[in-house]
């Protein structure tokens, strides 16, 4: 069974700091890996998704990068600001032939303070 | 710019009474799903529908949760009778079909808080 973990629970950063997000799950066979911003009270807001094949991908200040042998994801976030403040959650997707059953983990929840 | 919609945002409730929760996806997605996310949890869940037919609803607790999508577009989740453990945020998303490389769009979620 798939395990998704991200440790730790919640971070706390001055505004301004260059900060990583760490993803891990126990079965490197995934199709792809997808990180979601939470808001409080709010759905999810897909950032970045990363497919089995890729490395990493990029939007604006944030970069997602994936190691699927060792089960390892990063989200990168540059020059932090307040407004990021929120909770990121990853998640794995199985590969085709099953059903598409995202894992999530429990979320990183970030306070970017001014 | 499409988007899944949910209705009610919030849902205050007691015990015993029964609730229902309403999605719409986004047009012409084949197949939804239903979230469950305990505060401080990760989504899990309940239930995956490919047009009108369930085909996931393993971690649906039957005893009383029920789910449908009629005519294969918006669907209904209702419980009954609602206990104090279901509180928790109910997310609604959709993808243009079951298949892996099909990206998930989420709701804006149901808050439903059972006293």
């Known amino acids: 069974k798939q395990e998704v973990t991200q440790i730790p629970a919640a971070l706390s950063v001055p505004e301004g700091e260059n900060l990583v997000l760490n993803c891990s799950f126990t079965?490197?066979?995934?199709?792809?890996l997808q990180w979601f911003r939470q808001d409080p009270g709010k759905g999810l807001t897909s950032l970045l998704l990363?497919?089995?094949?890729?490395r990493e991908q990029t939007s604006g200040r944030l970069n997602a990068s994936l190691d699927k042998s060792s089960g390892r994801s990063t989200l990168y976030i540059a020059a932090s600001q307040p407004g990021d403040s929120a909770t990121y959650l990853c998640?794995?997707?199985?590969?085709?032939?099953?059903?598409?059953?995202?894992?999530f983990g429990k979320g990183i929840t970030l306070s970017v303070r001014p | 710019e499409a988007e899944v919609a949910q209705s009610p945002r919030y849902k205050i409730t007691e015990k015993s009474q029964a609730v229902a929760f309403w999605c719409d996806p986004i047009?012409?997605?084949?197949?939804l799903y239903w979230y469950r996310q305990i505060l401080g949890q990760g989504p899990e869940l309940l239930v995956q529908?490919?047009?009108?037919?369930?085909?996931?609803d393993s971690q649906l607790p039957k005893d009383r949760f029920s789910a449908e999508r009629l005519k294969g577009v918006d669907s209904t989740l209702k419980i009954q009778p609602a206990e104090l453990g279901d509180s928790a945020m109910y997310l609604c998303?959709?993808?243009?079909?079951?298949?892996?490389?099909?990206?998930?769009?989420f709701g804006p979620g149901t808050r439903l808080t059972v006293l």
């Open positions: 529908f490919q047009d009108e037919s369930v085909v996931d």
């Open positions: 998303a959709s993808s243009l079909s079951s298949g892996s490389s099909n990206e998930q769009f």
């Open positions: 990363i497919q089995s094949s890729q």
């Open positions: 998640a794995v997707r199985p590969p085709p032939g099953a059903n598409s059953k995202l894992t």
């Open positions: 047009s012409g997605h084949a197949t």
């Open positions: 079965d490197s066979a995934i199709y792809n």
